[in-house]
């Protein structure tokens, strides 16, 4: 017989299902070295106004990665409960420890949060931050936005995202969300990994669900950053949440059809890129070069597309290592 699994330790520190804007925490107790009886203080706010649909609007996934942070802390500051109709999750950085290092991952246990679903109420701190949000959250919402961009290592052109999903209504209504959220391009996601991720996890449950890529280097731009407040914004409208029209914005819709998307490193070396993000290519095309460093003479390596599109992500450092994703092409519309 199976026992049934333990309540999660992370309590929230305001009420969710109570009307008017509360800001809180979501806190998971923490025992370590500096504070015996300490805790993980994720920042959390709430603003609902009678029945309507709930949305759980994310950031911080990843602790290197700011435009979801930036939207998320601004609409948290700025949101009217008047304007509402229905409930708005906001977490601003679900990996509260990664977020406040400034690191893809948590410095306290390694873990990635997205790909740590569905998560464990009595593993390591990541797990379980995964399972509050398997468990509790995501069972609330009706639509998900989760913000990402290319954090130190990749940098991608600015697009919102959803995935082809077997359920076709699902997928269609995840695709219009997309749409309505109007970052210049759009893409329909194929992952090299969907295990343990966040977007699997909302997707099995049927939820509405949209992320994003907005730009990268471990850093946010103003016009990064404006695409992401002006997102959410338009995905709260078209799901009725917040009053107002979506304001319509021109977006270029791109696939990625195959794992032939994706180009990766088998070596290291120092990378010259020769096509910049947003730029055309023919499959053939030498994207970039890797130089070896170990010694002059040596011939550089050429990384070439595999099919035809436009240069959607490339590799951020100036070094790269074997095993690294180097570009992903997007085929467009």
């Given at each position: 017989m199976t026992e049934p699994m333990r309540p999660s330790p992370i309590a929230a520190t305001v009420d969710l299902e109570a009307d008017g804007v509360r800001h809180g925490f979501l806190r998971l107790p923490h025992s370590r070295d500096d504070s015996a009886w300490g805790s993980v203080m994720i920042p959390l706010a709430v603003i609902r106004n009678g029945e309507g649909p709930t949305a759980l609007l994310t950031g911080g996934n990843h602790g290197d990665e700011y435009e979801g942070p930036i939207a998320l802390f601004d609409l948290a500051r700025t949101l009217r409960a008047e304007d509402v109709r229905g409930r708005v999750i906001v977490v601003p950085a679900m990996n509260y420890p990664a977020f406040r290092a400034g690191t893809r991952t948590s410095p306290i246990d390694r873990g990635n949060l997205n790909r740590a679903f569905p998560g464990s109420p009595d593993g390591t701190v990541t797990q379980k931050i995964a399972d509050y949000f398997q468990r509790t959250l995501l069972p609330m919402a009706d639509i998900v936005l989760d913000f990402h961009s290319g954090g130190r290592t990749?940098?991608?052109?600015?697009?919102?995202?959803?995935?082809?999903l077997p359920d076709k209504r699902q997928e269609a209504a995840s695709f219009a969300a997309v749409?309505?959220?109007g970052a210049p391009f759009s893409m329909r996601m194929l992952e090299i990994d969907a295990v343990g991720m966040y977007d699997t996890a909302a997707e099995a449950m049927g939820k509405v669900f949209v992320t994003t890529e907005?730009?990268?280097?471990?850093t946010a731009t103003a016009r990064t950053a404006g695409?992401?407040?002006?997102?959410?914004?338009?995905?709260l409208r078209h799901a009725g949440i917040l009053r107002g029209?979506?304001?319509?914005?021109?977006?270029?819709?791109l696939d990625m059809p195959s794992g032939d998307c994706f180009t990766f490193a088998e070596d290291e070396g120092l990378l010259e890129p020769l096509v910049d993000l947003?730029?055309?290519v023919r499959?053939?095309?030498?994207?970039?070069?890797a130089h070896p460093v170990g010694r002059t003479g040596a011939e550089p390596v050429a990384f070439r597309a595999r099919l035809d599109g436009i240069l959607a992500a490339r590799h951020f450092p100036g070094l790269v290592k074997a095993g690294d994703c180097v570009a992903v092409v997007g085929v467009a519309d």
């Open positions: 990749l940098d991608f052109v600015p697009f919102a995202a959803a995935h082809v749409a309505a959220f907005l730009g990268g280097g471990g695409i992401a407040k002006r997102g959410v914004a338009n995905v029209a979506v304001e319509a914005r021109e977006t270029r819709w947003g730029e055309p499959r053939g095309d030498v994207l970039a070069r």
